[in-house]
Protein backbone atom coordinates (compact mmCIF):
# COMPACT_ATOMS: atom_id res chain seq x y z
CA UNK A 1 0.00 0.00 0.00
CA UNK A 2 2.83 1.99 0.86
CA UNK A 3 4.36 1.59 -2.78
CA UNK A 4 1.02 2.64 -4.09
CA UNK A 5 0.75 5.71 -2.08
CA UNK A 6 4.08 7.15 -3.19
CA UNK A 7 3.28 6.40 -6.86
CA UNK A 8 -0.18 8.31 -6.36
CA UNK A 9 1.58 11.15 -5.23
CA UNK A 10 4.38 11.42 -8.26
CA UNK A 11 1.61 11.10 -10.45
CA UNK A 12 -0.87 13.79 -9.32
CA UNK A 13 2.32 15.77 -9.29
CA UNK A 14 3.48 15.68 -12.66
CA UNK A 15 -0.61 15.75 -13.48
CA UNK A 16 -0.84 18.90 -12.00
CA UNK A 17 2.31 20.47 -13.39
CA UNK A 18 1.11 19.83 -16.99
CA UNK A 19 -2.34 20.85 -16.45
CA UNK A 20 -1.13 24.15 -14.94
CA UNK A 21 1.40 24.37 -17.98
CA UNK A 22 -1.50 23.89 -20.67
CA UNK A 23 -4.39 26.06 -18.62
CA UNK A 24 -2.67 29.60 -20.50
CA UNK A 25 -3.35 28.23 -24.14
CA UNK A 26 -6.89 28.01 -23.42
CA UNK A 27 -7.57 31.08 -21.04
CA UNK A 28 -4.09 33.38 -21.27
CA UNK A 29 -5.46 35.57 -17.94
CA UNK A 30 -4.99 31.81 -15.64
CA UNK A 31 -1.52 32.03 -15.25
CA UNK A 32 1.56 34.09 -16.33
CA UNK A 33 3.42 31.14 -18.23
CA UNK A 34 3.64 31.24 -22.40
CA UNK A 35 0.83 29.15 -23.99
CA UNK A 36 1.59 26.95 -26.91
CA UNK A 37 3.39 28.43 -29.28
CA UNK A 38 1.53 27.77 -32.82
CA UNK A 39 3.66 27.48 -35.81
CA UNK A 40 3.38 29.29 -39.49
CA UNK A 41 1.35 26.34 -40.79
CA UNK A 42 -1.53 26.88 -38.32
CA UNK A 43 -1.18 30.51 -36.54
CA UNK A 44 -0.81 32.03 -40.13
CA UNK A 45 2.33 34.35 -41.10
CA UNK A 46 4.90 35.15 -43.04
CA UNK A 47 7.73 32.62 -44.98
CA UNK A 48 10.36 34.99 -46.85
CA UNK A 49 13.64 33.50 -48.75
CA UNK A 50 16.41 36.24 -48.73
CA UNK A 51 19.48 35.92 -51.12
CA UNK A 52 22.90 37.98 -49.64
CA UNK A 53 23.90 39.53 -52.34
CA UNK A 54 27.80 38.47 -51.66
CA UNK A 55 29.41 40.74 -54.44
CA UNK A 56 29.25 43.58 -52.98
CA UNK A 57 30.77 42.14 -49.57
CA UNK A 58 33.49 41.72 -51.60
CA UNK A 59 33.18 44.64 -53.37
CA UNK A 60 33.35 46.73 -50.07
CA UNK A 61 36.45 44.73 -49.33
CA UNK A 62 38.06 45.59 -52.14
CA UNK A 63 37.00 49.56 -52.57
CA UNK A 64 38.38 49.18 -48.21
CA UNK A 65 41.70 48.18 -49.43
CA UNK A 66 42.26 50.30 -51.78
CA UNK A 67 41.57 53.50 -50.00
CA UNK A 68 44.20 51.41 -47.38
CA UNK A 69 46.74 50.79 -50.38
CA UNK A 70 46.76 54.44 -51.24
CA UNK A 71 47.39 55.95 -47.56
CA UNK A 72 50.30 52.88 -47.24
CA UNK A 73 51.85 53.92 -50.61
CA UNK A 74 51.93 57.81 -49.44
CA UNK A 75 53.57 56.55 -46.93
CA UNK A 76 56.05 54.74 -47.88
CA UNK A 77 56.92 57.65 -50.87
CA UNK A 78 56.14 55.03 -53.33
CA UNK A 79 54.73 57.42 -56.42
CA UNK A 80 52.02 55.82 -58.70
CA UNK A 81 48.41 56.42 -60.40
CA UNK A 82 45.60 54.88 -61.46
CA UNK A 83 44.74 52.83 -58.28
CA UNK A 84 41.00 50.81 -59.49
CA UNK A 85 39.21 47.70 -59.49
CA UNK A 86 40.35 45.07 -62.08
CA UNK A 87 37.51 42.68 -61.46
CA UNK A 88 35.68 41.73 -58.60
CA UNK A 89 38.31 40.78 -56.27
CA UNK A 90 41.45 42.51 -57.63
CA UNK A 91 42.50 46.44 -58.21
CA UNK A 92 44.99 47.98 -60.42
CA UNK A 93 47.84 50.71 -60.52
CA UNK A 94 51.15 51.67 -62.52
CA UNK A 95 53.97 52.87 -59.80
CA UNK A 96 55.98 55.39 -61.78
CA UNK A 97 59.32 53.81 -60.91
CA UNK A 98 59.49 50.08 -61.14
CA UNK A 99 62.54 49.39 -58.88
CA UNK A 100 59.80 49.96 -56.19
CA UNK A 101 57.57 47.03 -56.79
CA UNK A 102 59.49 45.10 -53.57
CA UNK A 103 58.56 48.15 -52.03
CA UNK A 104 55.02 46.81 -52.88
CA UNK A 105 55.23 43.73 -52.38
CA UNK A 106 56.49 44.06 -48.73
CA UNK A 107 53.58 46.33 -48.09
CA UNK A 108 51.44 43.28 -49.48
CA UNK A 109 53.20 41.05 -47.32
CA UNK A 110 53.27 42.91 -44.22
CA UNK A 111 49.44 44.69 -44.25
CA UNK A 112 47.22 41.16 -45.70
CA UNK A 113 47.84 38.03 -44.90
CA UNK A 114 45.23 36.96 -47.97
CA UNK A 115 46.28 39.79 -50.52
CA UNK A 116 49.11 39.01 -52.96
CA UNK A 117 50.58 40.65 -56.31
CA UNK A 118 48.56 38.65 -59.00
CA UNK A 119 50.92 40.00 -61.91
CA UNK A 120 52.95 42.86 -63.04
CA UNK A 121 53.21 44.29 -66.53
CA UNK A 122 55.91 47.01 -67.90
CA UNK A 123 54.10 49.71 -69.21
CA UNK A 124 55.20 53.17 -71.17
CA UNK A 125 54.91 55.47 -67.79
CA UNK A 126 56.45 52.60 -65.44
CA UNK A 127 54.83 49.59 -64.23
CA UNK A 128 51.48 48.22 -63.66
CA UNK A 129 50.87 45.94 -60.59
CA UNK A 130 47.70 43.79 -60.13
CA UNK A 131 46.97 42.50 -56.72
CA UNK A 132 43.87 40.36 -55.29
CA UNK A 133 42.28 38.50 -52.86
CA UNK A 134 43.07 34.76 -52.35
CA UNK A 135 40.16 32.37 -53.30
CA UNK A 136 40.32 31.06 -49.90
CA UNK A 137 40.08 34.72 -48.36
CA UNK A 138 36.83 35.37 -51.23
CA UNK A 139 35.34 31.76 -49.81
CA UNK A 140 35.49 32.75 -46.41
CA UNK A 141 34.36 36.82 -47.34
CA UNK A 142 31.03 35.36 -48.93
CA UNK A 143 30.53 32.99 -46.00
CA UNK A 144 30.86 35.09 -43.68
CA UNK A 145 28.59 37.54 -45.33
CA UNK A 146 25.79 35.30 -45.15
CA UNK A 147 27.04 34.18 -41.64
CA UNK A 148 26.26 38.10 -40.11
CA UNK A 149 23.17 38.90 -42.46
CA UNK A 150 21.71 36.17 -40.66
CA UNK A 151 22.43 36.86 -37.17
CA UNK A 152 21.54 40.53 -37.98
CA UNK A 153 18.23 39.50 -39.28
CA UNK A 154 17.89 37.42 -35.57
CA UNK A 155 18.66 40.47 -33.94
CA UNK A 156 16.27 43.02 -35.50
CA UNK A 157 13.54 40.31 -35.65
CA UNK A 158 13.88 39.68 -32.06
CA UNK A 159 13.85 43.34 -31.10
CA UNK A 160 10.42 43.39 -33.31
CA UNK A 161 8.94 41.18 -30.77
CA UNK A 162 8.32 37.90 -33.08
CA UNK A 163 6.99 34.58 -31.16
CA UNK A 164 9.40 31.78 -31.87
CA UNK A 165 10.44 32.73 -35.24
CA UNK A 166 12.23 30.13 -37.46
CA UNK A 167 15.74 32.00 -39.40
CA UNK A 168 18.07 29.72 -40.91
CA UNK A 169 20.40 29.78 -43.60
CA UNK A 170 19.85 27.93 -46.75
CA UNK A 171 22.36 27.19 -49.52
CA UNK A 172 25.50 28.88 -49.64
CA UNK A 173 24.06 32.66 -49.72
CA UNK A 174 20.43 32.12 -48.64
CA UNK A 175 18.23 33.13 -45.52
CA UNK A 176 15.02 31.58 -44.84
CA UNK A 177 12.75 33.19 -42.41
CA UNK A 178 9.77 32.46 -40.96
CA UNK A 179 7.76 34.63 -39.15
CA UNK A 180 4.28 32.94 -37.44
CA UNK A 181 1.27 35.38 -35.82
CA UNK A 182 3.06 38.67 -37.75
CA UNK A 183 0.02 40.68 -39.66
CA UNK A 184 2.18 43.54 -40.48
CA UNK A 185 4.07 42.00 -43.47
CA UNK A 186 5.10 44.76 -45.25
CA UNK A 187 6.13 46.52 -42.18
CA UNK A 188 8.11 43.48 -41.51
CA UNK A 189 10.00 43.02 -45.24
CA UNK A 190 11.30 46.90 -44.70
CA UNK A 191 12.33 45.70 -41.35
CA UNK A 192 14.64 42.78 -42.72
CA UNK A 193 15.55 43.64 -45.77
CA UNK A 194 17.27 47.70 -45.17
CA UNK A 195 21.18 47.24 -45.30
CA UNK A 196 20.80 50.05 -42.39
CA UNK A 197 24.64 51.28 -43.84
CA UNK A 198 24.45 54.41 -41.93
CA UNK A 199 27.23 57.15 -42.91
CA UNK A 200 28.41 60.62 -41.93
CA UNK A 201 29.58 62.96 -44.80
CA UNK A 202 30.07 66.43 -45.45
CA UNK A 203 28.01 68.14 -48.10
CA UNK A 204 29.87 69.78 -50.83
CA UNK A 205 29.26 73.85 -50.64
CA UNK A 206 31.82 74.63 -52.46
CA UNK A 207 30.28 73.77 -55.94
CA UNK A 208 27.32 73.99 -57.58
CA UNK A 209 24.49 71.79 -57.23
CA UNK A 210 22.08 73.12 -60.06
CA UNK A 211 25.49 72.12 -62.35
CA UNK A 212 25.87 69.27 -60.39
CA UNK A 213 21.91 67.90 -61.44
CA UNK A 214 22.95 68.70 -65.28
CA UNK A 215 25.66 66.37 -65.09
CA UNK A 216 28.76 67.95 -64.32
CA UNK A 217 29.09 66.61 -61.03
CA UNK A 218 32.31 66.81 -59.46
CA UNK A 219 35.10 64.39 -58.94
CA UNK A 220 35.36 62.77 -55.21
CA UNK A 221 31.51 64.35 -55.01
CA UNK A 222 27.49 62.80 -55.68
CA UNK A 223 23.89 63.37 -55.70
CA UNK A 224 22.18 61.98 -52.64
CA UNK A 225 18.36 62.39 -52.33
CA UNK A 226 16.56 63.26 -48.68
CA UNK A 227 14.59 60.54 -47.42
CA UNK A 228 11.08 60.92 -48.39
CA UNK A 229 8.23 60.61 -45.86
CA UNK A 230 5.27 58.32 -46.40
CA UNK A 231 2.95 60.83 -47.44
CA UNK A 232 4.92 62.51 -49.65
CA UNK A 233 5.99 59.15 -51.60
CA UNK A 234 2.39 58.56 -51.75
CA UNK A 235 1.84 62.17 -53.06
CA UNK A 236 4.51 61.51 -55.67
CA UNK A 237 6.97 64.11 -54.16
CA UNK A 238 10.11 64.68 -55.50
CA UNK A 239 13.14 64.29 -52.73
CA UNK A 240 15.57 66.90 -52.05
CA UNK A 241 19.25 66.78 -54.05
CA UNK A 242 21.84 67.06 -51.96
CA UNK A 243 25.74 67.61 -53.33
CA UNK A 244 27.69 64.93 -50.92
CA UNK A 245 31.32 64.50 -50.73
CA UNK A 246 32.01 60.83 -51.15
CA UNK A 247 34.63 60.28 -48.46
CA UNK A 248 32.96 58.65 -45.06
CA UNK A 249 33.96 60.34 -42.05
CA UNK A 250 32.48 58.19 -39.60
CA UNK A 251 30.23 55.02 -40.00
CA UNK A 252 27.40 53.12 -37.76
CA UNK A 253 29.87 50.11 -36.62
CA UNK A 254 31.34 52.34 -34.04
CA UNK A 255 27.22 52.79 -32.90
CA UNK A 256 26.41 51.50 -29.50
CA UNK A 257 22.69 52.43 -28.90
CA UNK A 258 19.82 53.82 -30.52
CA UNK A 259 16.82 55.43 -28.86
CA UNK A 260 13.57 56.58 -30.35
CA UNK A 261 12.99 60.49 -28.26
CA UNK A 262 10.59 63.02 -28.45
CA UNK A 263 11.76 66.35 -29.68
CA UNK A 264 9.89 69.03 -26.62
CA UNK A 265 9.70 71.66 -29.24
CA UNK A 266 8.40 70.37 -32.12
CA UNK A 267 6.52 67.17 -30.27
CA UNK A 268 7.79 64.98 -32.96
CA UNK A 269 10.24 61.59 -32.62
CA UNK A 270 13.93 61.56 -33.64
CA UNK A 271 16.15 58.78 -33.00
CA UNK A 272 19.38 59.75 -30.13
CA UNK A 273 22.50 57.93 -31.16
CA UNK A 274 25.28 57.08 -29.35
CA UNK A 275 29.17 56.11 -29.98
CA UNK A 276 31.61 54.18 -28.31
CA UNK A 277 35.33 55.82 -27.00
CA UNK A 278 36.78 55.50 -30.58
CA UNK A 279 33.55 57.05 -32.56
CA UNK A 280 33.01 59.70 -29.77
CA UNK A 281 36.28 60.79 -30.62
CA UNK A 282 36.02 60.84 -34.05
CA UNK A 283 32.88 62.33 -34.07
CA UNK A 284 34.10 65.12 -31.45
CA UNK A 285 37.07 65.81 -33.95
CA UNK A 286 34.71 66.07 -37.60
CA UNK A 287 32.47 68.50 -35.84
CA UNK A 288 35.21 70.23 -34.83
CA UNK A 289 37.03 71.11 -37.49
CA UNK A 290 34.03 71.46 -39.84
CA UNK A 291 32.11 74.17 -37.26
CA UNK A 292 29.39 76.04 -39.73
CA UNK A 293 29.68 73.46 -42.38
CA UNK A 294 26.59 70.83 -43.22
CA UNK A 295 26.49 67.36 -42.06
CA UNK A 296 25.19 65.24 -44.25
CA UNK A 297 23.31 61.97 -42.02
CA UNK A 298 23.02 59.13 -44.46
CA UNK A 299 21.43 56.25 -44.44
CA UNK A 300 21.43 53.27 -47.27
CA UNK A 301 21.97 56.39 -49.39
CA UNK A 302 19.37 58.59 -48.30
CA UNK A 303 19.75 61.87 -46.65
CA UNK A 304 17.88 62.20 -43.15
CA UNK A 305 19.23 65.25 -41.91
CA UNK A 306 21.89 67.71 -42.91
CA UNK A 307 22.58 70.50 -40.07
CA UNK A 308 24.56 72.88 -39.66
CA UNK A 309 27.59 72.05 -37.43
CA UNK A 310 27.44 74.78 -34.78
CA UNK A 311 30.35 74.05 -32.38
CA UNK A 312 32.13 70.96 -31.62
CA UNK A 313 30.15 68.09 -30.49
CA UNK A 314 31.48 66.17 -26.84
CA UNK A 315 30.23 63.11 -25.59
CA UNK A 316 29.65 60.94 -28.56
CA UNK A 317 25.71 61.97 -29.48
CA UNK A 318 24.12 62.81 -32.35
CA UNK A 319 20.79 62.64 -33.36
CA UNK A 320 18.65 61.47 -36.50
CA UNK A 321 15.70 63.67 -37.55
CA UNK A 322 13.16 62.99 -40.61
CA UNK A 323 9.29 64.23 -39.75
CA UNK A 324 9.35 60.52 -38.68
CA UNK A 325 5.98 58.96 -37.46
CA UNK A 326 6.52 56.83 -33.90
CA UNK A 327 6.42 53.31 -35.77
CA UNK A 328 9.44 54.62 -38.34
CA UNK A 329 11.67 56.05 -35.41
CA UNK A 330 10.98 52.88 -33.92
CA UNK A 331 11.53 50.43 -36.61
CA UNK A 332 14.93 52.54 -37.48
CA UNK A 333 15.74 52.60 -33.77
CA UNK A 334 15.63 48.53 -34.02
CA UNK A 335 17.52 49.07 -37.30
CA UNK A 336 20.56 50.58 -36.33
CA UNK A 337 20.82 48.75 -32.80
CA UNK A 338 20.79 45.40 -34.95
CA UNK A 339 23.77 46.86 -37.13
CA UNK A 340 24.24 47.42 -40.51
CA UNK A 341 23.65 44.38 -42.80
CA UNK A 342 27.09 43.31 -44.48
CA UNK A 343 25.64 42.92 -47.88
CA UNK A 344 22.41 43.82 -49.40
CA UNK A 345 19.47 41.57 -49.28
CA UNK A 346 16.35 41.04 -51.84
CA UNK A 347 13.60 38.85 -51.66
CA UNK A 348 13.19 35.71 -53.90
CA UNK A 349 10.01 34.17 -52.42
CA UNK A 350 7.64 35.12 -50.25
CA UNK A 351 4.54 33.29 -49.09
CA UNK A 352 1.77 34.68 -46.57
CA UNK A 353 0.18 31.98 -45.15
CA UNK A 354 -3.44 33.84 -43.53
CA UNK A 355 -4.97 32.64 -40.17
CA UNK A 356 -7.68 31.13 -41.69
CA UNK A 357 -5.70 28.72 -43.73
CA UNK A 358 -4.35 27.84 -40.34
CA UNK A 359 -7.34 27.38 -38.47
CA UNK A 360 -8.65 25.14 -41.10
CA UNK A 361 -5.50 23.02 -40.72
CA UNK A 362 -5.99 23.26 -36.68
CA UNK A 363 -9.65 22.23 -37.13
CA UNK A 364 -8.78 18.99 -40.32
CA UNK A 365 -6.05 17.49 -37.20
CA UNK A 366 -8.43 18.27 -34.58
CA UNK A 367 -11.30 16.75 -36.73
CA UNK A 368 -8.24 13.16 -37.08
CA UNK A 369 -7.06 12.97 -33.46
CA UNK A 370 -10.59 13.34 -31.91
CA UNK A 371 -11.86 10.17 -35.41
CA UNK A 372 -8.28 7.91 -34.64
CA UNK A 373 -8.47 8.21 -30.79
CA UNK A 374 -12.39 7.37 -30.62
CA UNK A 375 -11.67 4.36 -33.02
CA UNK A 376 -8.83 3.36 -30.37
CA UNK A 377 -11.00 3.79 -27.51
CA UNK A 378 -13.79 1.95 -29.24
CA UNK A 379 -11.18 -1.06 -29.76
CA UNK A 380 -9.27 -0.84 -26.35
CA UNK A 381 -12.30 -1.13 -24.86
CA UNK A 382 -14.19 -3.84 -26.31
CA UNK A 383 -11.15 -6.14 -26.78
CA UNK A 384 -9.85 -5.58 -23.29
CA UNK A 385 -12.59 -4.70 -21.60
CA UNK A 386 -12.05 -2.99 -17.85
CA UNK A 387 -8.57 -2.96 -19.15
CA UNK A 388 -8.90 -1.26 -22.09
CA UNK A 389 -10.56 1.60 -20.22
CA UNK A 390 -8.04 1.88 -18.14
CA UNK A 391 -5.44 1.77 -21.02
CA UNK A 392 -7.88 4.66 -22.40
CA UNK A 393 -7.77 6.93 -19.78
CA UNK A 394 -4.11 6.57 -19.51
CA UNK A 395 -4.30 7.67 -23.41
CA UNK A 396 -6.30 11.21 -22.03
CA UNK A 397 -3.58 11.74 -19.48
CA UNK A 398 -1.12 10.73 -22.32
CA UNK A 399 -2.36 13.78 -24.58
CA UNK A 400 -2.54 16.05 -21.48
CA UNK A 401 1.47 15.16 -20.68
CA UNK A 402 2.50 16.11 -24.60
CA UNK A 403 0.45 19.84 -24.03
CA UNK A 404 2.39 20.32 -21.22
CA UNK A 405 5.43 19.57 -22.53
CA UNK A 406 5.31 21.73 -25.35
CA UNK A 407 4.20 24.12 -23.10
CA UNK A 408 7.23 23.85 -20.73
CA UNK A 409 10.23 23.62 -23.41
CA UNK A 410 8.43 26.51 -25.13
CA UNK A 411 8.08 24.06 -28.19
CA UNK A 412 6.69 24.98 -31.67
CA UNK A 413 3.88 23.31 -32.56
CA UNK A 414 3.21 22.84 -36.32
CA UNK A 415 1.04 20.68 -38.36
CA UNK A 416 3.56 17.91 -38.57
CA UNK A 417 3.07 18.08 -35.08
CA UNK A 418 -0.03 17.15 -34.95
CA UNK A 419 0.49 14.34 -37.02
CA UNK A 420 2.87 13.41 -34.80
CA UNK A 421 0.89 13.42 -31.46
CA UNK A 422 -2.11 11.35 -33.79
CA UNK A 423 0.55 9.03 -34.27
CA UNK A 424 1.39 9.12 -30.45
CA UNK A 425 -2.28 7.85 -29.66
CA UNK A 426 -1.66 4.82 -31.75
CA UNK A 427 1.61 4.13 -29.59
CA UNK A 428 0.28 4.93 -26.45
CA UNK A 429 -2.12 1.63 -26.41
CA UNK A 430 0.39 0.16 -28.15
CA UNK A 431 2.68 -0.66 -24.70
CA UNK A 432 -0.88 -1.55 -23.09
CA UNK A 433 -1.78 -4.14 -25.27
CA UNK A 434 1.81 -5.72 -25.12
CA UNK A 435 1.24 -5.84 -21.23
CA UNK A 436 -1.87 -6.89 -21.48
CA UNK A 437 -1.36 -9.85 -23.86
CA UNK A 438 0.99 -10.95 -21.06
CA UNK A 439 -1.14 -10.61 -18.16
CA UNK A 440 -3.14 -12.76 -20.15
CA UNK A 441 -0.59 -15.51 -20.62
CA UNK A 442 0.03 -15.47 -16.62
CA UNK A 443 -3.71 -15.81 -15.71
CA UNK A 444 -3.52 -19.24 -18.45
CA UNK A 445 -1.05 -20.49 -16.38
CA UNK A 446 -3.30 -20.04 -13.35
CA UNK A 447 -2.25 -17.65 -11.29
CA UNK A 448 -3.70 -15.24 -9.35
CA UNK A 449 -5.23 -11.45 -10.79
CA UNK A 450 -2.35 -9.47 -8.43
CA UNK A 451 0.50 -12.60 -9.66
CA UNK A 452 -0.64 -12.27 -13.27
CA UNK A 453 -0.20 -8.14 -13.15
CA UNK A 454 2.88 -7.95 -11.31
CA UNK A 455 4.59 -10.94 -13.94
CA UNK A 456 2.82 -9.06 -16.79
CA UNK A 457 4.84 -5.80 -15.90
CA UNK A 458 7.54 -6.71 -14.91
CA UNK A 459 7.92 -9.25 -17.77
CA UNK A 460 6.50 -7.00 -20.51
CA UNK A 461 7.97 -3.84 -18.83
CA UNK A 462 11.51 -4.11 -20.31
CA UNK A 463 9.87 -4.93 -23.95
CA UNK A 464 8.02 -2.34 -23.44
CA UNK A 465 11.27 -0.07 -23.00
CA UNK A 466 13.74 -0.89 -25.47
CA UNK A 467 10.55 -0.67 -28.14
CA UNK A 468 9.67 2.91 -27.02
CA UNK A 469 13.89 3.97 -26.11
CA UNK A 470 14.52 3.02 -29.92
CA UNK A 471 11.91 5.06 -31.61
CA UNK A 472 13.03 8.16 -29.13
CA UNK A 473 16.71 7.59 -30.35
CA UNK A 474 15.00 8.54 -33.98
CA UNK A 475 13.04 10.98 -33.26
CA UNK A 476 16.37 12.78 -31.74
CA UNK A 477 17.71 11.86 -35.13
CA UNK A 478 14.96 13.41 -36.73
CA UNK A 479 14.80 16.93 -34.78
CA UNK A 480 18.82 17.09 -34.88
CA UNK A 481 19.02 16.69 -38.44
CA UNK A 482 15.98 17.83 -39.91
CA UNK A 483 14.27 21.17 -40.92
CA UNK A 484 11.18 23.19 -39.78
CA UNK A 485 8.25 20.70 -40.95
CA UNK A 486 10.08 17.03 -39.46
CA UNK A 487 11.56 18.81 -36.06
CA UNK A 488 7.51 19.38 -35.85
CA UNK A 489 7.18 16.34 -36.12
CA UNK A 490 10.05 15.08 -33.88
CA UNK A 491 9.57 17.64 -31.03
CA UNK A 492 5.38 15.56 -30.97
CA UNK A 493 7.36 12.26 -31.50
CA UNK A 494 9.76 12.43 -28.16
CA UNK A 495 7.33 13.74 -26.03
CA UNK A 496 4.66 11.45 -26.75
CA UNK A 497 6.85 8.48 -26.44
CA UNK A 498 8.38 9.54 -23.29
CA UNK A 499 4.38 10.50 -21.99
CA UNK A 500 3.45 6.94 -23.09
CA UNK A 501 6.47 5.51 -20.85
CA UNK A 502 5.39 7.46 -18.17
CA UNK A 503 1.17 6.40 -18.72
CA UNK A 504 2.23 2.62 -19.38
CA UNK A 505 4.42 1.88 -16.62
CA UNK A 506 3.76 3.74 -13.67
CA UNK A 507 -0.16 5.06 -14.06
CA UNK A 508 -1.51 1.99 -15.79
CA UNK A 509 0.36 0.01 -13.39
CA UNK A 510 -1.21 2.11 -10.61
CA UNK A 511 -4.96 2.23 -11.43
CA UNK A 512 -4.16 -1.98 -12.06
CA UNK A 513 -2.91 -2.14 -7.97
CA UNK A 514 -5.08 -0.16 -7.02
CA UNK A 515 -8.24 -1.75 -7.82
CA UNK A 516 -7.00 -5.64 -7.66
CA UNK A 517 -4.29 -5.79 -4.97
CA UNK A 518 -5.13 -2.97 -2.34
CA UNK A 519 -9.18 -3.36 -2.88
CA UNK A 520 -8.88 -7.62 -3.68
CA UNK A 521 -10.86 -7.66 -6.79
CA UNK A 522 -10.28 -10.87 -7.48
CA UNK A 523 -11.60 -11.50 -11.34
CA UNK A 524 -9.04 -9.64 -14.05
CA UNK A 525 -11.16 -8.29 -16.36
CA UNK A 526 -8.70 -8.16 -19.42
Same mark, same amino acid.
Given at each position: ???????????????????????????????????????????G?????????????????V??????????????????????????????????????????????????????????????????V????????????????????????????????????????????????Q?????????????I???????????????????A???????????????????????????????V??????????????????????????????F????????E????????????????????????????????????? =??????? +????? #?? &?? @? $?? *?? !????????????????????Q??????????????????????? =??????? +???L? #?? &?? @? $?? *?? !?????????????????????????V???????????????????????????????????????I?????????????????????????????????????????????????????
Amino acid at each position: MNNVSWRLLIVFGVLIIAAILVAPTFKPSLWPHKEINLGLDLKGGMHLVLEVETEKAIESTVDRIQSEMRSMLRKERIRHHGIASAGETQMSFTILNRDEIDGVRRIVEREYADVEVKSTSPVESGLKVSIGLTDSWVREIKKQAVEQALETIRNRIDQFGVSEPDIRIQGEKRVLVQLPGIKDTQRAKELIGKTAQLEFKLLDEENDLGAALNGDVPSGSEILYQAAEASQARAGAESQPYLVKKRTLLTGAHLTDAQVRIDQQYNEPFVSIEFDRKGARTFERITGENVKKRLAIVLDDKVYSAPVIQERIPGGTARIT =GNFTTQE +AHDLA #II &LR @A $GA *LP !APVHIIEERTVGPSLGQDSIQAGLLSMIVGGILVVLFMGIYYKV =GGLIADF +ALLLN #IL &LI @A $GG *LA !AFGATLTLPGIAGIILTIGMAVDANVIIFERIREEMRLGKTPAASIAAGFERAGLTVLDANVTTLIAALVLFQFGTGPVKGFAVTLSLGVLASLFTALIISRLIFDYIYVAKHVRTLSI
